[in-house]
């Protein structure tokens, strides 16, 4: 079945430090990707989406592609903020009505 | 707009009593999911609804768990006799269709603790 594994966690960083959290996928057909975010106290929020191979998600200086030859959708900032602290969902949607298979999440934790 | 609410927020019970969750989703969206989110097993799909069916109900752990969803809005997720392990947050989401390319917009949740 379709399946998603993320780096696990907890990440720590440095502001304005490069941030890659690796997400590789497992499914049939072709997938829409997804990237999910949740901060501390908060419901889960879409940060960035891809539809299909090559396409390029971004939002908030994060950006993800979509790679079909090795099955990843890695999420990269270029210099990550105190306020991007929160946990990352990588997830997929496959041809099972819409719903959302998520990876375990990676916690980000940037300090000042 | 209105974004999807959830309600109750916290929900405190003794086991072996029964619990209603409701979800009410974005208006105009057809699809509505349930997931689960613990400690350990991350977020776990219970079941979607395409209007006011459920063709996917896959993801109940038990026949205690059930959902409905009447006019194509509202949705209750009621948990029998509830068990300690049924602690978790109770994750409501809609889309304005059922389909891959169809973002899931997700409630802040309701926090069951069963003691």
């Known amino acids: 079945g379709n399946s998603v594994t993320q780096m696990e966690g907890p990440v720590t960083l440095s502001e304005e430090a490069f941030l890659t959290i690796n997400c590789t996928y497992t499914?049939?057909?072709?997938?829409?990707l997804f990237w999910y975010v949740q901060y501390p106290g908060e419901g889960l929020q879409l940060l960035l989406k891809a539809t299909k191979a090559d396409d390029k998600g971004s939002n908030k200086g994060f950006e993800a592609t979509y790679r079909k030859e090795t099955t990843s959708f890695h999420l990269e900032k270029g210099s990550v903020q105190v306020s991007d602290s929160a946990v990352y969902f990588c997830?997929?949607?496959?041809?099972?009505?819409?719903?959302?298979?998520f990876g375990q999440g990676t916690e980000l934790s940037v300090k000042p | 707009g209105a974004g999807v609410s959830q309600s109750p927020s916290n929900k405190v019970t003794e086991k072996g009593k029964d619990v209603e969750l409701r979800c009410d989703p974005i208006?105009?969206?057809?699809?509505l999911y349930w997931y689960r989110q613990s400690l350990g097993q991350g977020l776990e799909f219970l079941i979607y609804f395409q209007g006011n069916s459920a063709p996917d109900k896959s993801g109940l752990p038990s026949d205690r768990f059930s959902a409905e969803r009447t006019g194509g809005s509202v949705s209750t997720l009621t948990i029998q006799r509830t068990q300690q392990e049924d602690s978790a947050v109770y994750l409501c989401a809609s889309s304005l269709e059922v389909g891959r390319n169809s973002p899931l917009h997700f409630g802040n949740g309701t926090r069951l603790t069963v003691t």
């Open positions: 208006s105009g969206h057809t699809a």
């Open positions: 499914a049939t057909g072709y997938p829409s």
């Open positions: 997830a997929l949607s496959g041809d099972q009505g819409g719903k959302l298979i």
